[in-house]
Protein backbone atom coordinates (compact mmCIF):
# COMPACT_ATOMS: atom_id res chain seq x y z
CA UNK A 1 0.00 0.00 0.00
CA UNK A 2 2.78 2.14 -0.20
CA UNK A 3 1.61 4.20 -3.07
CA UNK A 4 -1.39 5.65 -0.89
CA UNK A 5 0.97 8.36 0.95
CA UNK A 6 2.75 9.44 -1.74
CA UNK A 7 5.82 11.33 0.10
CA UNK A 8 9.45 11.48 -0.02
CA UNK A 9 12.32 12.41 2.46
CA UNK A 10 16.11 11.95 2.68
CA UNK A 11 17.64 8.50 1.43
CA UNK A 12 21.08 10.95 1.26
CA UNK A 13 23.35 13.57 3.73
CA UNK A 14 24.70 15.96 1.48
CA UNK A 15 25.99 19.36 1.06
CA UNK A 16 23.52 21.77 -0.77
CA UNK A 17 25.38 24.72 -2.70
CA UNK A 18 23.74 28.39 -2.76
CA UNK A 19 21.83 29.91 -5.61
CA UNK A 20 24.60 33.31 -4.33
CA UNK A 21 27.72 32.90 -2.15
CA UNK A 22 27.08 33.86 1.49
CA UNK A 23 26.43 37.70 2.12
CA UNK A 24 27.41 38.74 5.89
CA UNK A 25 25.63 42.36 4.63
CA UNK A 26 22.49 40.33 3.37
CA UNK A 27 21.88 38.91 6.61
CA UNK A 28 22.68 42.02 8.66
CA UNK A 29 20.56 44.29 6.67
CA UNK A 30 17.66 41.76 6.96
CA UNK A 31 18.33 41.05 10.62
CA UNK A 32 18.34 44.99 11.22
CA UNK A 33 14.93 45.57 9.14
CA UNK A 34 13.58 42.32 10.56
CA UNK A 35 14.00 43.71 14.30
CA UNK A 36 12.77 46.40 13.58
CA UNK A 37 9.82 45.41 12.10
CA UNK A 38 8.83 43.12 14.84
CA UNK A 39 10.50 45.44 17.47
CA UNK A 40 12.57 42.27 18.83
CA UNK A 41 16.10 42.28 20.28
CA UNK A 42 18.39 40.55 17.46
CA UNK A 43 19.70 37.74 20.45
CA UNK A 44 15.76 36.42 20.47
CA UNK A 45 15.64 35.54 16.98
CA UNK A 46 18.27 32.75 17.26
CA UNK A 47 15.61 30.65 16.82
CA UNK A 48 13.63 32.31 13.90
CA UNK A 49 16.64 34.15 11.67
CA UNK A 50 19.12 31.55 10.09
CA UNK A 51 21.52 32.73 8.31
CA UNK A 52 23.89 29.85 6.25
CA UNK A 53 26.42 30.27 8.90
CA UNK A 54 23.97 29.61 11.90
CA UNK A 55 24.40 25.86 13.09
CA UNK A 56 20.77 25.54 12.78
CA UNK A 57 20.40 26.46 9.22
CA UNK A 58 20.95 23.15 8.23
CA UNK A 59 18.17 21.24 9.80
CA UNK A 60 15.88 24.24 9.34
CA UNK A 61 16.18 24.24 5.47
CA UNK A 62 16.47 20.22 5.20
CA UNK A 63 13.75 19.36 7.87
CA UNK A 64 10.75 19.42 5.34
CA UNK A 65 12.66 18.76 2.36
CA UNK A 66 10.30 15.60 1.36
CA UNK A 67 12.09 14.84 -1.94
CA UNK A 68 15.59 13.58 -1.92
CA UNK A 69 15.58 15.11 -5.85
CA UNK A 70 16.39 18.44 -3.96
CA UNK A 71 19.14 17.40 -1.54
CA UNK A 72 22.06 17.26 -3.72
CA UNK A 73 25.10 19.00 -4.34
CA UNK A 74 23.39 20.86 -7.13
CA UNK A 75 20.61 21.85 -4.87
CA UNK A 76 20.23 26.21 -4.68
CA UNK A 77 19.89 27.08 -1.24
CA UNK A 78 17.93 30.14 0.55
CA UNK A 79 20.76 32.83 2.01
CA UNK A 80 18.02 33.02 5.26
CA UNK A 81 15.73 30.74 6.34
CA UNK A 82 13.23 32.33 8.48
CA UNK A 83 10.86 29.71 10.53
CA UNK A 84 8.47 31.78 11.79
CA UNK A 85 6.84 31.38 15.15
CA UNK A 86 4.27 34.43 15.51
CA UNK A 87 2.29 36.63 12.43
CA UNK A 88 4.66 39.58 13.14
CA UNK A 89 7.36 37.15 11.97
CA UNK A 90 5.75 36.64 8.30
CA UNK A 91 4.99 40.25 8.23
CA UNK A 92 8.42 41.63 8.54
CA UNK A 93 9.48 38.44 6.47
CA UNK A 94 7.59 39.57 3.47
CA UNK A 95 8.50 43.69 4.02
CA UNK A 96 12.45 42.91 4.57
CA UNK A 97 12.31 40.49 1.88
CA UNK A 98 10.51 42.76 -0.87
CA UNK A 99 12.74 45.83 0.98
CA UNK A 100 16.31 43.55 0.26
CA UNK A 101 14.40 42.75 -3.21
CA UNK A 102 14.82 38.84 -2.89
CA UNK A 103 12.65 36.22 -3.66
CA UNK A 104 10.03 34.84 -0.90
CA UNK A 105 9.74 31.07 -0.69
CA UNK A 106 6.97 29.72 1.56
CA UNK A 107 6.73 26.07 2.51
CA UNK A 108 4.21 24.54 5.28
CA UNK A 109 4.76 20.81 4.69
CA UNK A 110 7.26 20.57 2.26
CA UNK A 111 5.58 17.92 -0.04
CA UNK A 112 5.52 20.34 -3.12
CA UNK A 113 6.41 17.47 -5.45
CA UNK A 114 9.01 19.77 -7.40
CA UNK A 115 10.62 21.48 -4.46
CA UNK A 116 9.05 24.84 -5.42
CA UNK A 117 8.13 26.16 -1.98
CA UNK A 118 11.93 25.39 -1.11
CA UNK A 119 14.13 26.21 -4.02
CA UNK A 120 15.00 28.67 -7.16
CA UNK A 121 17.55 29.71 -9.38
CA UNK A 122 17.30 33.11 -8.17
CA UNK A 123 19.09 34.93 -5.10
CA UNK A 124 15.78 33.81 -2.49
CA UNK A 125 14.47 33.55 1.18
CA UNK A 126 12.63 30.64 2.58
CA UNK A 127 9.94 31.42 4.80
CA UNK A 128 9.18 28.10 6.57
CA UNK A 129 5.41 27.92 8.08
CA UNK A 130 6.07 24.33 10.17
CA UNK A 131 5.16 25.68 13.28
CA UNK A 132 2.18 27.31 13.43
CA UNK A 133 0.52 24.25 14.85
CA UNK A 134 -2.43 25.61 16.49
CA UNK A 135 -5.47 23.85 15.76
CA UNK A 136 -8.80 25.06 18.05
CA UNK A 137 -11.58 22.69 17.44
CA UNK A 138 -14.98 24.08 18.51
CA UNK A 139 -18.19 22.11 18.10
CA UNK A 140 -18.70 21.62 14.02
CA UNK A 141 -15.83 24.44 12.93
CA UNK A 142 -12.10 24.51 13.73
CA UNK A 143 -9.15 27.25 13.20
CA UNK A 144 -6.04 25.33 11.66
CA UNK A 145 -2.68 27.02 11.31
CA UNK A 146 -1.25 26.68 7.71
CA UNK A 147 1.60 24.30 9.33
CA UNK A 148 -0.26 21.99 11.01
CA UNK A 149 -0.15 18.26 8.99
CA UNK A 150 -3.61 16.46 8.06
CA UNK A 151 -2.65 13.61 10.44
CA UNK A 152 -2.66 16.96 13.73
CA UNK A 153 -5.65 18.00 12.08
CA UNK A 154 -7.76 14.26 12.21
CA UNK A 155 -5.98 13.70 15.52
CA UNK A 156 -7.45 17.04 17.13
CA UNK A 157 -10.53 16.29 15.71
CA UNK A 158 -11.01 12.65 17.06
CA UNK A 159 -10.03 14.59 20.87
CA UNK A 160 -13.05 16.30 20.52
CA UNK A 161 -15.75 14.44 18.66
CA UNK A 162 -16.08 10.77 17.72
CA UNK A 163 -18.76 12.03 15.15
CA UNK A 164 -17.00 14.65 12.90
CA UNK A 165 -14.44 14.11 10.22
CA UNK A 166 -12.51 16.41 7.91
CA UNK A 167 -12.48 15.68 3.84
CA UNK A 168 -8.92 16.36 3.17
CA UNK A 169 -5.87 14.25 1.87
CA UNK A 170 -4.97 10.60 3.08
CA UNK A 171 -1.05 11.12 3.72
CA UNK A 172 -1.57 12.66 7.40
CA UNK A 173 2.32 14.36 7.16
CA UNK A 174 1.12 16.80 4.07
CA UNK A 175 1.24 20.34 5.50
CA UNK A 176 -2.81 21.88 5.96
CA UNK A 177 -1.46 25.50 4.01
CA UNK A 178 -0.64 23.86 0.79
CA UNK A 179 -3.00 21.09 0.50
CA UNK A 180 -6.08 23.01 1.42
CA UNK A 181 -5.10 26.35 -1.12
CA UNK A 182 -4.25 24.19 -3.68
CA UNK A 183 -8.01 22.46 -3.52
CA UNK A 184 -7.53 19.43 -1.23
CA UNK A 185 -9.57 16.10 -1.80
CA UNK A 186 -9.23 12.79 -0.02
CA UNK A 187 -11.51 9.91 0.41
CA UNK A 188 -14.84 11.48 1.30
CA UNK A 189 -14.69 13.73 -1.88
CA UNK A 190 -17.43 11.86 -3.49
CA UNK A 191 -19.48 12.43 -0.08
CA UNK A 192 -19.00 15.96 0.38
CA UNK A 193 -16.28 17.22 -2.17
CA UNK A 194 -13.45 18.97 -1.40
CA UNK A 195 -11.29 20.47 1.04
CA UNK A 196 -12.12 23.88 0.16
CA UNK A 197 -15.47 23.67 -0.08
CA UNK A 198 -15.61 23.53 3.67
CA UNK A 199 -13.59 26.80 4.52
CA UNK A 200 -15.46 29.64 5.44
CA UNK A 201 -12.41 31.80 6.79
CA UNK A 202 -8.52 32.42 6.25
CA UNK A 203 -5.87 34.69 7.18
CA UNK A 204 -3.17 35.73 4.90
CA UNK A 205 -0.38 38.12 5.34
CA UNK A 206 -0.72 40.11 2.14
CA UNK A 207 2.14 41.96 0.14
CA UNK A 208 2.13 45.17 2.14
CA UNK A 209 2.70 42.93 5.40
CA UNK A 210 -1.15 43.47 6.12
CA UNK A 211 -3.00 40.43 8.06
CA UNK A 212 -6.14 40.09 6.16
CA UNK A 213 -9.51 37.77 7.27
CA UNK A 214 -11.92 36.84 4.25
CA UNK A 215 -13.89 40.54 5.40
CA UNK A 216 -10.20 42.57 5.46
CA UNK A 217 -9.35 40.73 2.18
CA UNK A 218 -12.53 40.67 0.32
CA UNK A 219 -14.51 38.08 -1.90
CA UNK A 220 -11.79 38.20 -4.49
CA UNK A 221 -9.01 37.09 -3.00
CA UNK A 222 -10.54 34.71 -0.63
CA UNK A 223 -11.88 32.64 -3.57
CA UNK A 224 -8.35 32.75 -4.99
CA UNK A 225 -6.53 31.26 -2.45
CA UNK A 226 -9.36 28.56 -1.88
CA UNK A 227 -7.92 26.28 -4.76
CA UNK A 228 -5.89 28.68 -6.97
CA UNK A 229 -2.75 27.72 -4.38
CA UNK A 230 -1.68 30.35 -1.45
CA UNK A 231 1.73 31.36 -2.92
CA UNK A 232 0.67 33.67 -5.63
CA UNK A 233 -0.92 36.05 -3.76
CA UNK A 234 0.24 36.27 0.01
CA UNK A 235 1.82 33.76 3.16
CA UNK A 236 -1.81 31.81 4.43
CA UNK A 237 -1.58 31.96 8.13
CA UNK A 238 -4.62 29.82 8.80
CA UNK A 239 -8.10 28.87 7.91
CA UNK A 240 -11.35 28.07 9.63
CA UNK A 241 -13.31 24.60 8.46
CA UNK A 242 -16.33 23.33 8.63
CA UNK A 243 -16.27 19.70 10.07
CA UNK A 244 -18.83 16.97 8.50
CA UNK A 245 -20.44 14.13 10.18
CA UNK A 246 -19.50 10.76 9.97
CA UNK A 247 -20.96 7.68 10.71
CA UNK A 248 -20.16 5.21 14.11
CA UNK A 249 -18.89 2.63 11.88
CA UNK A 250 -17.37 2.68 8.37
CA UNK A 251 -15.84 -0.05 6.35
CA UNK A 252 -12.17 -0.72 4.13
CA UNK A 253 -11.61 -3.56 1.81
CA UNK A 254 -8.86 -4.06 -0.61
CA UNK A 255 -9.38 -6.38 -3.30
CA UNK A 256 -6.11 -7.09 -5.73
CA UNK A 257 -5.94 -8.69 -8.65
CA UNK A 258 -3.11 -9.62 -11.44
CA UNK A 259 -3.87 -9.34 -15.45
CA UNK A 260 -3.96 -12.74 -15.62
CA UNK A 261 -6.85 -12.53 -12.63
CA UNK A 262 -8.35 -10.52 -15.04
CA UNK A 263 -7.47 -7.31 -13.96
CA UNK A 264 -8.47 -5.44 -17.30
CA UNK A 265 -11.46 -6.56 -16.66
CA UNK A 266 -12.17 -5.50 -12.91
CA UNK A 267 -10.09 -1.89 -13.83
CA UNK A 268 -12.72 -1.19 -17.00
CA UNK A 269 -15.93 -1.86 -15.13
CA UNK A 270 -14.88 0.04 -12.25
CA UNK A 271 -14.67 3.20 -14.05
CA UNK A 272 -18.59 2.54 -15.17
CA UNK A 273 -19.27 1.97 -11.44
CA UNK A 274 -17.09 3.95 -8.51
CA UNK A 275 -17.52 7.56 -10.15
CA UNK A 276 -21.45 6.76 -10.04
CA UNK A 277 -22.17 4.56 -7.01
CA UNK A 278 -23.31 5.60 -3.89
CA UNK A 279 -21.20 8.82 -2.38
CA UNK A 280 -20.45 7.18 0.62
CA UNK A 281 -18.30 4.93 -1.24
CA UNK A 282 -14.73 5.78 -2.66
CA UNK A 283 -13.05 3.33 -4.30
CA UNK A 284 -9.02 4.13 -5.72
CA UNK A 285 -7.48 1.96 -8.23
CA UNK A 286 -3.60 1.37 -7.90
CA UNK A 287 -1.98 0.02 -10.57
CA UNK A 288 1.32 -1.66 -10.56
CA UNK A 289 3.91 -3.64 -12.46
CA UNK A 290 4.93 -6.33 -10.31
CA UNK A 291 6.72 -9.95 -10.72
CA UNK A 292 5.34 -12.76 -9.61
CA UNK A 293 6.74 -16.39 -10.52
CA UNK A 294 9.03 -14.97 -12.48
CA UNK A 295 6.77 -13.47 -14.66
CA UNK A 296 6.00 -9.98 -15.11
CA UNK A 297 2.91 -8.49 -14.45
CA UNK A 298 0.61 -5.77 -13.41
CA UNK A 299 -1.20 -5.55 -10.12
CA UNK A 300 -4.62 -4.02 -9.69
CA UNK A 301 -5.64 -3.28 -6.10
CA UNK A 302 -8.70 -1.36 -5.40
CA UNK A 303 -9.30 0.11 -1.70
CA UNK A 304 -12.05 1.68 -0.47
CA UNK A 305 -13.74 3.69 2.35
CA UNK A 306 -17.88 2.73 3.14
CA UNK A 307 -18.64 5.80 5.59
CA UNK A 308 -21.36 2.79 6.77
CA UNK A 309 -21.34 -1.15 7.67
CA UNK A 310 -19.67 -3.78 5.45
CA UNK A 311 -23.35 -5.56 4.78
CA UNK A 312 -24.45 -2.62 3.13
CA UNK A 313 -21.16 -2.50 0.85
CA UNK A 314 -21.27 -5.82 0.26
CA UNK A 315 -24.89 -5.70 -0.93
CA UNK A 316 -24.28 -3.13 -3.27
CA UNK A 317 -20.72 -3.92 -5.14
CA UNK A 318 -22.27 -7.69 -5.53
CA UNK A 319 -25.02 -6.19 -7.31
CA UNK A 320 -23.21 -3.31 -9.37
CA UNK A 321 -19.38 -4.92 -9.63
CA UNK A 322 -19.23 -8.37 -9.33
CA UNK A 323 -16.32 -8.27 -11.28
CA UNK A 324 -14.38 -6.83 -8.47
CA UNK A 325 -15.93 -10.13 -5.96
CA UNK A 326 -15.95 -8.69 -2.92
CA UNK A 327 -16.33 -10.91 0.02
CA UNK A 328 -16.88 -10.36 3.78
CA UNK A 329 -13.57 -11.40 4.90
CA UNK A 330 -12.25 -8.46 2.43
CA UNK A 331 -14.00 -5.66 4.49
CA UNK A 332 -12.76 -4.20 8.15
CA UNK A 333 -15.12 -2.58 9.99
CA UNK A 334 -14.00 0.33 11.72
CA UNK A 335 -13.92 3.71 13.39
CA UNK A 336 -13.29 7.10 11.44
CA UNK A 337 -10.35 7.81 13.12
CA UNK A 338 -8.95 3.88 12.54
CA UNK A 339 -9.73 4.00 8.67
CA UNK A 340 -7.39 7.16 8.74
CA UNK A 341 -4.80 5.12 10.00
CA UNK A 342 -5.18 2.13 7.70
CA UNK A 343 -5.55 4.55 4.87
CA UNK A 344 -1.79 5.43 5.79
CA UNK A 345 -0.85 1.86 5.56
CA UNK A 346 -1.30 0.84 9.53
CA UNK A 347 -3.32 -2.97 8.40
CA UNK A 348 -4.16 -3.79 11.80
CA UNK A 349 -5.27 -0.25 12.90
CA UNK A 350 -7.27 -1.33 15.72
CA UNK A 351 -4.44 -1.82 17.65
CA UNK A 352 -2.55 1.89 16.29
CA UNK A 353 -3.01 4.30 18.34
CA UNK A 354 -3.91 7.12 17.16
CA UNK A 355 -1.10 9.82 17.89
CA UNK A 356 0.61 8.03 15.63
CA UNK A 357 -1.26 10.45 13.67
CA UNK A 358 1.18 13.60 15.22
CA UNK A 359 4.63 11.94 13.95
CA UNK A 360 6.03 13.92 11.26
CA UNK A 361 8.19 11.17 10.02
CA UNK A 362 11.18 13.88 9.12
CA UNK A 363 13.82 11.09 8.23
CA UNK A 364 13.28 8.70 5.43
CA UNK A 365 12.07 8.02 2.27
CA UNK A 366 13.45 8.53 -1.82
CA UNK A 367 13.49 9.78 -4.87
CA UNK A 368 10.58 10.58 -7.01
CA UNK A 369 8.46 12.47 -9.54
CA UNK A 370 4.72 12.88 -10.00
CA UNK A 371 2.43 13.52 -12.99
CA UNK A 372 -1.72 13.89 -13.33
CA UNK A 373 -4.10 13.39 -15.44
CA UNK A 374 -7.74 13.35 -15.95
CA UNK A 375 -10.42 10.95 -17.32
CA UNK A 376 -13.67 12.13 -19.20
CA UNK A 377 -14.47 9.28 -20.94
CA UNK A 378 -14.03 5.38 -19.97
CA UNK A 379 -11.01 3.82 -21.46
CA UNK A 380 -11.93 1.05 -23.53
CA UNK A 381 -10.87 -2.46 -22.55
CA UNK A 382 -7.74 -2.68 -25.49
CA UNK A 383 -6.83 0.78 -24.15
CA UNK A 384 -6.25 -0.47 -20.15
CA UNK A 385 -4.30 -3.35 -21.26
CA UNK A 386 -1.95 -1.31 -24.38
CA UNK A 387 -1.41 0.96 -20.68
CA UNK A 388 -0.60 -1.46 -18.02
CA UNK A 389 1.69 -3.44 -21.12
CA UNK A 390 3.49 -0.38 -21.44
CA UNK A 391 4.42 0.01 -17.37
CA UNK A 392 5.50 -3.43 -17.84
CA UNK A 393 7.92 -1.63 -20.13
CA UNK A 394 8.87 1.50 -18.60
CA UNK A 395 8.72 -0.08 -14.92
CA UNK A 396 8.98 1.63 -11.53
CA UNK A 397 6.01 3.87 -13.09
CA UNK A 398 2.87 3.37 -10.95
CA UNK A 399 -0.63 4.67 -11.54
CA UNK A 400 -3.81 5.42 -9.12
CA UNK A 401 -7.19 6.20 -10.35
CA UNK A 402 -8.94 8.43 -7.55
CA UNK A 403 -12.72 8.62 -8.89
CA UNK A 404 -14.91 12.00 -8.63
CA UNK A 405 -19.01 11.69 -9.25
CA UNK A 406 -21.08 12.99 -6.11
CA UNK A 407 -21.05 16.06 -4.41
CA UNK A 408 -17.63 17.08 -5.89
CA UNK A 409 -19.51 17.18 -9.39
CA UNK A 410 -22.12 19.09 -7.32
CA UNK A 411 -20.38 22.49 -7.24
CA UNK A 412 -20.45 24.52 -10.24
CA UNK A 413 -16.52 24.62 -12.04
CA UNK A 414 -16.31 28.19 -10.74
CA UNK A 415 -17.11 28.34 -7.62
CA UNK A 416 -13.21 28.05 -6.66
CA UNK A 417 -10.62 27.97 -9.06
CA UNK A 418 -10.02 24.08 -9.25
CA UNK A 419 -11.92 23.35 -12.33
CA UNK A 420 -12.02 19.64 -12.46
CA UNK A 421 -15.19 18.87 -10.78
CA UNK A 422 -16.95 17.08 -13.67
CA UNK A 423 -14.19 14.51 -14.53
CA UNK A 424 -14.96 10.89 -14.30
CA UNK A 425 -11.68 10.52 -12.33
CA UNK A 426 -8.04 11.89 -12.11
CA UNK A 427 -5.25 9.89 -12.73
CA UNK A 428 -1.21 10.17 -10.45
CA UNK A 429 1.18 9.19 -12.33
CA UNK A 430 3.82 8.13 -9.57
CA UNK A 431 7.68 7.44 -9.78
CA UNK A 432 10.38 6.35 -6.84
CA UNK A 433 13.86 5.49 -7.24
CA UNK A 434 16.41 5.18 -4.28
CA UNK A 435 19.38 5.47 -6.74
CA UNK A 436 21.13 8.76 -6.05
CA UNK A 437 22.96 10.72 -8.66
CA UNK A 438 22.25 12.45 -11.99
CA UNK A 439 21.86 9.77 -14.17
CA UNK A 440 19.56 7.82 -12.41
CA UNK A 441 17.31 10.74 -11.90
CA UNK A 442 17.80 11.41 -15.59
CA UNK A 443 17.00 7.85 -16.48
CA UNK A 444 13.82 7.94 -14.19
CA UNK A 445 12.12 11.52 -15.14
CA UNK A 446 12.96 10.19 -18.92
CA UNK A 447 10.08 7.40 -17.93
CA UNK A 448 7.99 9.13 -16.55
CA UNK A 449 7.83 11.36 -19.55
CA UNK A 450 7.53 8.23 -21.66
CA UNK A 451 4.43 7.20 -19.98
CA UNK A 452 3.18 10.57 -19.45
CA UNK A 453 3.26 10.64 -23.43
CA UNK A 454 1.63 6.79 -23.57
CA UNK A 455 -1.46 8.12 -21.67
CA UNK A 456 -2.00 10.94 -23.78
CA UNK A 457 -4.76 9.18 -25.82
CA UNK A 458 -6.76 8.64 -23.21
CA UNK A 459 -6.95 11.68 -21.41
CA UNK A 460 -7.99 15.43 -21.40
CA UNK A 461 -7.04 17.29 -24.56
CA UNK A 462 -6.44 21.12 -25.14
CA UNK A 463 -5.70 21.74 -22.68
CA UNK A 464 -4.55 18.52 -21.01
CA UNK A 465 -5.55 19.09 -17.60
CA UNK A 466 -3.26 18.66 -14.38
CA UNK A 467 -3.76 19.35 -10.23
CA UNK A 468 -2.28 21.94 -8.79
CA UNK A 469 -1.27 20.25 -5.65
CA UNK A 470 0.52 17.44 -8.07
CA UNK A 471 2.94 19.93 -9.16
CA UNK A 472 4.86 19.72 -12.48
CA UNK A 473 7.56 21.74 -13.73
CA UNK A 474 7.16 19.82 -16.83
CA UNK A 475 4.02 21.25 -18.83
CA UNK A 476 5.61 24.77 -18.45
CA UNK A 477 7.14 27.38 -16.32
CA UNK A 478 7.56 31.03 -15.72
CA UNK A 479 10.80 33.74 -16.46
CA UNK A 480 8.72 36.36 -15.25
CA UNK A 481 10.27 38.29 -17.71
CA UNK A 482 8.44 40.26 -20.89
CA UNK A 483 6.24 37.19 -21.90
CA UNK A 484 5.34 36.30 -17.76
CA UNK A 485 1.44 36.36 -18.78
CA UNK A 486 1.98 33.99 -22.05
CA UNK A 487 4.37 31.60 -20.18
CA UNK A 488 2.04 31.02 -17.28
CA UNK A 489 -1.31 31.00 -19.42
CA UNK A 490 0.52 27.24 -20.47
CA UNK A 491 0.81 25.96 -17.37
CA UNK A 492 -2.05 28.17 -15.59
CA UNK A 493 -4.74 26.71 -18.16
CA UNK A 494 -3.93 23.09 -17.39
CA UNK A 495 -4.11 23.42 -13.40
CA UNK A 496 -7.25 26.05 -13.41
CA UNK A 497 -8.93 26.00 -16.92
CA UNK A 498 -11.61 29.16 -17.18
CA UNK A 499 -10.76 30.26 -13.83
CA UNK A 500 -7.14 31.17 -15.05
CA UNK A 501 -8.59 34.21 -16.27
CA UNK A 502 -10.18 35.07 -12.98
CA UNK A 503 -7.36 34.19 -10.94
CA UNK A 504 -4.85 36.52 -13.17
CA UNK A 505 -7.39 39.50 -12.50
CA UNK A 506 -7.36 39.13 -8.56
CA UNK A 507 -3.08 38.22 -8.66
CA UNK A 508 -2.95 41.67 -10.56
CA UNK A 509 -5.37 43.93 -8.09
CA UNK A 510 -3.78 42.50 -5.28
CA UNK A 511 0.09 42.01 -5.81
CA UNK A 512 0.93 44.30 -8.78
CA UNK A 513 4.49 43.90 -9.02
CA UNK A 514 4.53 40.31 -8.70
CA UNK A 515 6.28 40.02 -5.51
CA UNK A 516 4.94 36.77 -4.79
CA UNK A 517 6.36 34.52 -7.78
CA UNK A 518 7.50 31.07 -8.21
CA UNK A 519 7.99 28.91 -11.07
CA UNK A 520 4.61 28.42 -12.15
CA UNK A 521 2.55 31.45 -10.27
CA UNK A 522 -0.42 33.04 -11.19
CA UNK A 523 1.30 35.77 -13.41
CA UNK A 524 -0.47 39.56 -13.69
CA UNK A 525 -1.70 40.67 -17.05
CA UNK A 526 0.65 41.36 -19.41
CA UNK A 527 1.41 45.78 -19.23
CA UNK A 528 -0.66 47.86 -21.99
CA UNK A 529 2.60 49.54 -24.30
CA UNK A 530 2.77 53.16 -24.01
CA UNK A 531 0.66 55.32 -26.66
CA UNK A 532 2.60 56.03 -29.49
CA UNK A 533 3.03 59.16 -30.54
CA UNK A 534 0.88 60.40 -33.34
CA UNK A 535 3.04 61.27 -36.59
CA UNK A 536 3.30 64.77 -37.78
CA UNK A 537 1.45 65.74 -40.49
CA UNK A 538 3.17 65.97 -43.94
Known amino acids: MKLLCLTFVFLVSTTLTAATPPDATVYQNFLQCFTTQTRALPNTLADVVFPQTAAGYTPALRNYIRNARFNTTASHKPAIVIVARSEAHVQAAVVCTKTLKFQLKTRSGGHDYEGVSYTSNLPFFLLDMSSFRDITVEGETAWIGAGVTLGEVYYRIWEKTKTHGFPAGVCPTVGAGGHISGGGYGKMIRKYGLSVDYVTDAKIVDVNGRVLDRKGMGEDLFWAINGGGGASFGVILGFKITLVPVPETVTVFRVQKNLDENAVEMVHKWQFVAPKTDPGLFMRVLLQPVTRNKVETVRASV ?142 LEKAKSFYSYMAPFVTKNPRHTYLNYRDLDIGVNSHGPNAYREGEVYGRKYFGENFDRLVKVKSTVDPENFFRDEQSVPTLPSKPANTPAKPAL
Open 303 to 444: LALFLGKSSEVLSLLNKDFPELGLKQENCTELTWIQSVLWWDNHDNATLVKPEVLLERNLDTASYGKRKSDFVEKEITKEGLDYLMKKMIEVGKIGLVFNPYGGKVSEVATTKTPFPHRTKLYKVQHSMNWKDPGPEAETSF
